[in-house]
């Protein structure tokens, strides 16, 4: 089965901009999440969605952040606007909703970069 | 936050030496899992270990499960240069993953 697919893999842009990243999760997965890594850290949760139904946005930075799943398939992450420290690798990850507790399938990532 | 602290950070082994990872975590879980991430690329699973479970095996992995102590070790046998990465725990709570800091496994030839 194809992978978890994002775009684009490198971002460049000055604070106080805004970006985009994209994300194509494997099909028929339900869940979706939006993780950000920072450089020396495991992977922080920032988005969980089921279908195209937010589960848990706790930990997103709702002044800047952004985020939607339209018709329960792509996913969109938006900064805006951006800031030094959300110099990081924004990961997407799916996952199915079968019966018992299942893994979590990762993209390569988007790595961004604040100047 | 980070729910897991992974011990040691840093590793550096030969091939064909066993490496061992330890997890330690603060809250009840439901499932703990591992999780392999290469350099420049999004995370690999390679194990999950549900809290009524003790150890399980795949292939050269074996991973311990201590709820008790809330401690986890991911032991890799026979290693390869291959296997070098950064290796995650992440505890599970219905879906919910948080992830430690890591350990960086370097495996020389």
């Known amino acids: 089965e194809a992978g978890v697919a994002q775009s684009p893999r490198y971002k460049i842009i000055e604070k106080r901009q805004s970006v985009a990243f994209w994300c194509n999760p494997i099909s028929g997965h339900a869940t979706l999440y939006w993780y950000q890594q920072i450089l020396g850290q495991g992977p922080k949760l920032l988005i969980q969605f089921q279908n195209n139904g937010v589960v848990d946005d706790s930990q997103l930075p709702k002044d800047r952040f952004s985020a939607e799943r339209l018709k329960g398939v792509d996913s969109t992450l938006k900064i805006q606007p951006a800031k030094l420290e959300d110099s990081a690798v924004y990961l997407c990850?799916?996952?199915?909703?079968?019966?018992?507790?299942?893994?979590?399938?990762f993209g390569d990532g988007t790595r961004l970069s604040i100047l | 936050s980070q729910q897991g602290e992974e011990d040691p950070q840093a590793l550096s082994i030969q091939e064909g030496e066993n490496a061992t990872m330890n997890c330690s975590y603060k809250?009840?879980?439901?499932?703990l899992q591992w999780y392999r991430q290469n350099s420049g690329r999004g995370l690999v699973h390679l194990i999950l270990?549900?809290?009524?479970?003790r150890e399980k095996h795949s292939g050269r992995l074996r991973v311990t499960l201590d709820t008790s102590k809330k401690s986890s070790s991911l032991l890799i046998t026979a290693s390869r240069a291959a296997d070098t990465a950064s290796y995650f725990c992440?505890?599970?709570?219905?879906?919910?993953?948080?992830f430690g800091q890591g350990t960086i496994l370097t495996v020389h030839p």
């Open positions: 992440a505890t599970s709570d219905y879906g919910k993953l948080t």
């Open positions: 270990i549900r809290s009524n479970e």
């Open positions: 809250t009840s879980i439901n499932n």
């Open positions: 990850a799916s996952s199915s909703l079968r019966g018992g507790p299942q893994p979590q399938h």
